[in-house]
């Protein structure tokens, strides 16, 4: 049984930064994609970021240059930095996980608009939200 855990959110101005964080346990893949992926109210689940187990990372057009996504292997957490945050960026953000690496084989256009499809087990979210 897998199970995902996140943790981090809050309330910050716009500018600010948070640093979301996903435990993961129950699992032994030799290959695994895992990502964080968002909802804001009245909207579509879209692809946040995404890192597989060969190195290879993905980031929504919208993210890039202000989110990093990083895995710390020793502590199985998987970890989402985020910089110079909008207002935009509100949303509950999910953490999930799938074995294999297709969905981080998608192209960063298909992995925002339909990547959720592809993981297999979510955690139950994170609040972010962002004032002006």
């Known amino acids: 049984q897998v199970q995902l855990g996140e943790s981090g959110g809050g309330s910050v101005q716009a500018g600010g930064a948070l640093r979301l964080s996903c435990s993961a346990s129950?699992?032994?893949?030799?290959?695994?994609?895992m990502g964080w992926f968002r909802q804001a109210p009245g909207k579509e689940r879209e692809g946040v970021a995404a890192?597989?187990?060969?190195?290879?990372?993905i980031y929504a057009d919208s993210v890039k240059g202000r989110f990093t996504i990083a895995k710390d292997n020793a502590k199985n957490t998987l970890y989402l930095y985020m910089n110079s945050l909008k207002p935009e960026d509100t949303a509950m953000y999910y953490c999930?996980?799938?074995?294999?690496?297709?969905?981080?084989?998608?192209?960063?256009?298909?992995?925002?608009?339909?990547?959720?499809?592809?993981?297999?087990?979510w955690g139950n979210g994170t609040l972010v939200t962002i004032s002006p």
């Open positions: 890192t597989g187990s060969d190195g290879t990372t």
């Open positions: 129950g699992y032994i893949w030799s290959t695994y994609c």
């Open positions: 999930a996980a799938s074995s294999g690496l297709r969905v981080c084989g998608y192209s960063d256009s298909d992995f925002v608009r339909v990547g959720y499809y592809g993981m297999e087990y």
